[in-house]
């Protein structure tokens, strides 16, 4: 059974589009949402009737164009157009969950009640969210500035009655899905298509799935790395509070405090090490997980200010008589944000390698490569190469997509984002990452078995004993691949 839930009503935050996801919810437009679009576009209509002022993609042409009246009569026409021409992507598709987080954002930001656009496009938005009607949309295309242009378009063809779209698990004409639904196509009047069009819905509803995804991998980061500090009989020092009160940033104390938390009640933790200092992978761990801690909280803090804010073009003001134009359109600070957030996710996967390879080193009275039988067996000997591969894959993904730009539209848009492509390599990032800790949490595992009958913490033994209903010990070398993707589902569901 579904639940209800009002867009428009409040601010969205980023647990509440997590909770939206998780579960079957059906998107109204609030009424409160409403009065604010109705109002909007009731004052749009009156001022088209009632001037032949020339407003930017209203009743003029798009980009350099934009000096080029256009009539009247021809103002339906040139929305359509407006989408037909722009739908220019190619490549890969786009997942569907993101373009069903593109539909929800879209319509959030038409409800802001700024864009002009009728409830009926706003509705329409929800219906296809409802209706799991997702539109076909090609990840390339977009400069991340004039809004994901591309990606947009191709969301707003469904609209119309045009392009594809996902439906029952086949692709169809947008046309046949809508039929089947009983729902006639839209016909977009004055500024609707550029409300849809112009905005950074393609590059925010990335950036909240990676974010979503990289939430859950950073906590995972930590319980991972606890239980190979066990493994490699590290020592408990590094985590203490008062090393972390003296430096005072929040993500290393959240660090230090999750690791105690996992390490408590650990025999294998809590005696006595013969070592003065471990590597820099497990004693500096409070300090490069917090490090990319903190990056999260940043990022996080940029996306929910821009999934609350109105990002077409021109922005319409009732209250003070204004149309606008101007560039809230423009990705910048997402664009930064996420190539930020690469760095940060490449972070937890490049220290969380080390300390497999630490672990295969036969160091500390483990065995070579954790091999129950050495020379014989490989052991795990090459899980670590992969982890290295995907490491070194995210180091060259985190070359910045925001310090580039290209000229297009003659020169009228002559400096752009790039904020969709650092996006679509953020969400890659986290993704080689979930299979980057699942190494090594296969890893340290196998190594924790040969500490037995040494025990660690309840809470790892817990999580031992879960994880080895799913990947059972490595007594002898068999397909690890499968491994590798048991233990990336099982992270999944823990």
Known sequence: MSITFHIGSAPLSLPQLKQLLAGPHHLVL????????QRCRQYLEGKLQDTDDLYYGINTGFGSLCDVAIDKTQIEQLQENLVLSHACGTGALVPQPIVKLMLLLKAHALGLGHSG????VVERLLELY??????????????????????????SLTLIGKGEVHYKGEIVPS??????????????KAKEGLALLNGTQFMT???????????RLAEQADMIAAVALDAFD?????????IHQVRQFSGQAHVAQNIRKWRKGSAIAEANKPYVQDPYSFRCIPQVHGASWDVLQHVTQVFEIEINSVTDNPL???EEDEILSGGNFHGQPLALALDYLKLGIAEYGSISERRTYQLICGLRGLPRYLAASEGLNSGLMIPQYTAASLVSRNKQLCSPASVDSITSSAGQEDHVSMGANAAMQALQVAENLERILAIELLTAMQALDFRKPKT??????KLRTQYRAVVTFNAHDRELYKDMEATAGFLRGV
């Not at 609030?30 to 679009?37: D, F, G, L, N």
């Not at 046309?175 to 977009?188: F, I, K, S, V």
């Open 117 to 120: 656009a009728r409830v009926a």
């Open 30 to 37: 609030a009424e409160e949402a409403k009065h604010r679009v």
């Open 175 to 188: 046309a046949e899905a809508l039929d089947a639904e009983g729902l006639d196509p839209l016909t977009l």
């Open 456 to 461: 660690s913490s309840p809470r790892i033994e």
């Open 234 to 242: 590290a020592k408990t020092e590094p985590f203490s509070p008062l």
């Open 130 to 155: 409802n209706l799991d009607i997702i539109p076909v949309i090609y990840e390339q295309g977009s400069l991340g500035a004039s809004g994901d242009l591309a990606p947009l378009a191709h969301m």
């Open 205 to 215: 509803a990335y950036g909240v799935h990676t974010l979503l995804l990289a939430h």
């Open 316 to 318: 319409i003001f009732p």
